[in-house]
């Protein structure tokens, strides 16, 4: 009876491996077919030009350039704006914070935060920043929206990288006659910089895709001018996206998928480095 049973567990173990590796195939075979549509549709349009031109009523004359400008200004603002608050966050509640009741809640609602739909993002920024608080369709709105958006990301893979540093490093520090601070600052932030930076950068590859925030926040679907301060009006790479492919001629759908393969090219990059980043932190960790 025992050699049957093992038998059924084979077959079913087999079965299920097969199933998972077509499941597999599948995905990539969809990701691939859409990859390759995108490219043949748009590597023509990647060139200088479609860099430094700006938006155009003509496809074949238009470019990204104050996409561009208007994506790097929004991401530097949101960045000087998560990070502090994000990595400072961290540290309190894993170094500092009374390990009771109420820190389990506020894990746990900092865990959920992370996966809310980025368009109550969306929605809270109209709320409070555009309307309440009177910011506007600026950039400095839609820089406050998306740090709230990333902050739970920041603050979850902080304290994940906080967590994994052993607790022998931190003994020996106060071994030695440190602080607190001192521990935090010179041992446990070194010995988990990789994990932070690594969240830091997957964090910002989020923010880069973003549209349905922007769209709630008022950002402008063409914008003819280069943002010059954080209560300029703006537009993004998404933004710009999305309007090109509204649009019902050949050449926009083909300026759109270009935009897509600029947009694809900086996300694959953030997630190598996040990536190096990692292995690299782990080497050293290992050692």
């Not at 990204?64 to 990070?83: D, K, N, P, R, V």
Request: hydrophobic share 55%; proline share 5%; charged share 10%.
């Amino acid at each position: 009876m025992s050699k049957k049973r093992l038998i059924s567990a084979n077959t079913k173990d087999k079965i299920f491996n097969a199933f998972g590796m077509f499941c597999t195939f599948f995905a990539l075979l969809i990701l691939v077919i859409l990859f390759a549509d995108i490219l043949i549709k748009g590597i023509g349009r990647v060139n200088w030009s479609f860099f430094v031109n700006f938006p155009s009523r003509h496809p074949e004359q238009s470019g990204i350039f104050t996409a561009l400008a208007g994506m790097f200004s929004l991401l530097l603002f949101t960045i000087i704006i998560a990070l502090p608050i994000g990595i400072m966050s961290a540290i309190y509640l894993q170094e500092y914070g009374a390990k009771n009741r109420f820190a389990k809640i506020v894990e746990i609602n900092i865990s959920n935060l992370a996966g809310v739909p980025s368009i109550i993002y969306g929605i809270l920024g109209l709320t409070i920043f555009v309307r309440a608080l009177g910011l506007g369709n600026s950039i400095l709105a839609a820089a406050l929206t998306l740090a709230l958006l990333i902050m739970p990301v920041i603050i979850v893979a902080t304290r994940e990288a906080i967590k994994a540093v052993p607790d022998s490093l931190r003994e020996a520090s106060y071994g030695m006659g440190a602080t607190r601070w001192q521990t935090v600052s010179r041992v446990v932030i070194p010995a988990s910089l990789g994990g932070i930076l690594t969240g830091i950068i997957l964090s910002i590859s989020r923010a880069i895709g973003e549209t349905a925030p922007l769209i709630v926040v008022g950002a402008l679907a063409y914008v003819p001018f280069i943002p010059e301060g954080p209560m300029d009006q703006f537009t993004s790479l998404p933004i710009q996206i999305y309007n090109w492919t509204s649009r019902p001629q050949q050449g926009f759908i083909e300026n759109a998928a270009a935009g897509i393969i600029v947009l694809l090219i900086f996300t694959f990059m953030l997630n190598g480095i996040a990536i190096y980043l990692r292995n690299k932190w782990y080497k050293k960790t290992s050692l």
